[in-house]
């Protein structure tokens, strides 16, 4: 989030990235404790939303790494837009079921939806 376009200072960089391996650590924390008393559904549906946004994460902590090493402008242009997609995996976990009730009712949802569409 500190990104501007230009290559951050090395210390100030190892910093952040700390700081967001601890929330994502905490995250993860959080997720784990959400699953208590979860049915089967439930717990992979969370897990799955847990797994996109770490995913998104790291990649973007990746490309950051990877960044003081390139000078291509193509790879300038990627740091937003993994950026995107973390805020994106973020957005999608808001939307995750938060009951065991509501997780099978979204499960039958999209197989309903597949069966529908194929027949």
Same mark, same amino acid.
């Not at 500190?2 to 997720?31: K, Q, R, T, V």
């Not at 790494?65 to 193509?74: A, I, L, P």
């Not at 950026?83 to 099978?104: F, H, I, M, Q, S």
């Given at each position: 989030?500190l990104?501007s =376009?230009? @290559?951050? /200072?090395i210390m100030?960089?190892e910093?952040? !990235? =700390?700081?967001?391996?601890?929330i994502?650590?905490g995250?993860l924390?959080?997720?784990? =404790?959400?699953k #208590? =008393?979860?049915?089967? %559904?439930l717990h992979a549906?969370?897990s @799955?939303? @847990?797994?996109? #946004?770490v /995913?998104?994460?790291?990649?973007?902590l $990746?490309e950051a790494v990877?960044y003081?090493?390139?000078h /291509?402008?193509v790879k $300038?242009?990627?740091?937003?837009?993994?950026a995107?997609? #973390?805020?994106?995996?973020?957005?999608?976990?808001k939307? %995750? @079921? %938060? %009951?065991n009730?509501?997780?099978v009712?979204r499960? !039958?949802?999209? #197989?309903a939806v597949?069966v529908?569409?194929?027949?």
């Amino acid at each position: 989030m500190l990104w501007s =376009g230009e @290559a951050p /200072d090395i210390m100030a960089l190892e910093e952040n !990235m =700390g700081a967001y391996c601890n929330i994502l650590h905490g995250f993860l924390s959080f997720c784990h =404790g959400s699953k #208590v =008393g979860a049915g089967p %559904t439930l717990h992979a549906s969370i897990s @799955a939303s @847990a797994k996109q #946004v770490v /995913d998104c994460s790291i990649a973007l902590l $990746r490309e950051a790494v990877c960044y003081h090493e390139s000078h /291509d402008h193509v790879k $300038r242009l990627s740091n937003p837009q993994l950026a995107g997609t #973390v805020w994106e995996a973020c957005d999608a976990l808001k939307k %995750t @079921a %938060t %009951t065991n009730c509501t997780a099978v009712l979204r499960a !039958m949802t999209q #197989v309903a939806v597949s069966v529908k569409d194929i027949l």
